[in-house]
């Protein structure tokens, strides 16, 4: 009967059943709460080191740097650090930390990552304050994120909460430009899953409307290809029997019928990039296409690149399958063919585990004076490294890092007092979660 429940009536339970909220902040909340602000100036001077340091995913010494510069943070706290190479993916590697606690509280995965989209060509290199703001590559993303992280660690460490907290930390290289093949660039992440019961990713906060939000579902990120080959010849001849309708016409026929009748909800489909004539070819990274042709020809190839969002396997599933069968109605004259990148992202599910995990951080908004966080619309985030663990996970959250703006362009600014905000939330919980049982 439970599987008709709604998922907040199974969040509810499950809260409830297993983590009922204490009215008041303990004396060791209490002094998570003081750690995090007296320590303020710290944790921004190691935010600041961290954005200085450049490390664009395709920067392999960048992003060492930046991964010994979280060991330094990390060992002092008791966790034993690994750095995993990823030369073989074109990239540079993870940092893989363990702490070991008494073995009797959830076991928590902490998830963010090292790279940033700016790679040392970028203009935009250098942390700059403006106030309660800071602008610099990383500064929300993701490097903002680990720094809630760190502060949220010390401030259990300092209430003696850490001790006994079974965590491990993934801080991935290529989180922005994901090395191939992707099942080794992620392999040591999905074993961190599989060993965990809750995931916490340290990526941004949202704030909507003014109100901070909670993320227990991300939609999945993966790639498709539309092909089109079709007779050639004489402009004049085009849309007759002999001639057909070219390239062109069969590659805008699909494109058209897949914004027609594949409207599904939280379902996108973008695409990114176009192209037709009597050639057109794609690189080896297929993000530049060179396309030739003339007026008075009749297009011979066209392709498109695009991309498919979706929130579960089977809404994946479902499109495809009609994605296929509407490339297979080609006009006369062509033929067209389509494929799908097994690159991509998963989607990381809605579960009652999730919500009951949300349940839990409104428990610690409460116990704050803070506003309970709604769940937020996977539909307005993209995708992220939870989503690899979040089936074999209890249940999962997003969006434990600071607020910011402009990610992802120069001018990406991290909003401080959501430093403070985030990692407060974060130690307490953490620490809640360390205390319950398995």
């Known amino acids: 009967m439970s599987r008709f429940f709604p998922l907040a009536a199974l969040a509810a339970l499950a809260l409830s059943a297993t983590a009922p909220a204490p009215a008041a902040l303990s004396p060791a909340e209490a002094r998570m709460i003081a750690t995090v602000d007296a320590e303020q100036a710290r944790t921004l001077a190691m935010l600041e080191t961290w954005v200085n340091q450049n490390s664009g995913s395709l920067n392999i010494e960048g992003v060492t740097k930046v991964g010994a510069m979280l060991r330094a943070e990390l060992e002092p706290l008791g966790f034993a650090v690994d750095w995993v190479d990823m030369r073989a993916t074109g990239r540079a590697g993870h940092i893989v930390a363990t702490h070991k606690g008494n073995g009797r509280g959830k076991r928590m995965l902490l998830i963010g990552h090292l790279d940033t989209v700016f790679e040392p060509d970028s203009p935009f290199q250098r942390w700059v304050r403006k106030g309660n703001w800071a602008e610099g590559p990383?500064?929300?993303?993701?490097?903002?994120?680990?720094?809630?992280?760190?502060?949220?660690?010390?401030?259990?460490?300092?209430?003696?909460?850490?001790?006994?907290?079974?965590?491990?930390?993934?801080?991935?290289?290529?989180?922005?430009?994901?090395?191939?093949?992707?099942?080794?660039?992620?392999?040591?992440?999905?074993?961190?899953?599989?060993?965990?019961?809750?995931?916490?990713?340290?990526?941004?906060?949202?704030?909507?409307?003014?109100?901070?939000?909670?993320?227990?579902?991300?939609?999945?990120?993966?790639?498709?290809?539309?092909?089109?080959?079709?007779?050639?010849?004489?402009?004049s001849g085009v849309f007759s029997p002999a001639s057909g309708y070219g390239a062109n016409y069969e590659l805008a026929r699909i494109l058209d019928e897949f914004r027609r009748e594949l409207r599904d909800d939280k379902l996108t489909y973008n695409v990114g990039l176009i192209g037709g004539g009597t050639s057109a070819v794609l690189d080896e990274g297929r993000i530049r296409l060179n396309a030739t042709g003339k007026t008075n020809i009749i297009a011979e190839t066209a392709v498109a690149r695009g991309d498919l969002r979706a929130i579960d396997q089977a809404q994946i599933d479902r499109t495809q399958a009609r994605m296929r069968a509407i490339v297979a109605k080609s006009l006369p004259g062509a033929t067209a063919s389509i494929t799908f990148d097994t690159d991509g992202y998963p989607p990381m599910a809605e579960k009652p585990g999730s919500h009951a995990l949300l349940a839990r951080l409104n428990a610690v908004n409460r116990d704050l004076g803070l506003p309970a966080m709604a769940a937020l619309d996977p539909v307005k985030r993209g995708a992220a490294d939870i989503s690899f663990v979040a089936r074999d996970v209890e249940g999962g959250i997003n969006g434990l890092g600071p607020a910011s703006t402009g990610d992802h362009a120069p001018g990406e600014a991290v909003d401080i007092p959501s430093i403070w905000r985030q990692a407060k939330r974060a130690a307490i919980l953490m620490s809640r979660l360390a205390s319950e049982p398995r």
């Open 138 to 235: 990383g500064a929300g993303d993701d490097k903002g994120g680990m720094a809630v992280m760190v502060a949220a660690l010390r401030a259990m460490r300092a209430a003696g909460t850490l001790k006994d907290a079974d965590i491990m930390v993934v801080l991935t290289g290529d989180e922005e430009d994901s090395g191939n093949p992707i099942e080794v660039a992620r392999r040591d992440l999905i074993a961190a899953g599989q060993w965990a019961d809750v995931a916490l990713d340290y990526e941004g906060l949202v704030v909507d409307e003014g109100k901070d939000m909670g993320s227990v579902a991300r939609r999945s990120s993966g790639s498709w290809t539309v092909t089109v080959k079709a007779k050639t010849g004489h402009s």
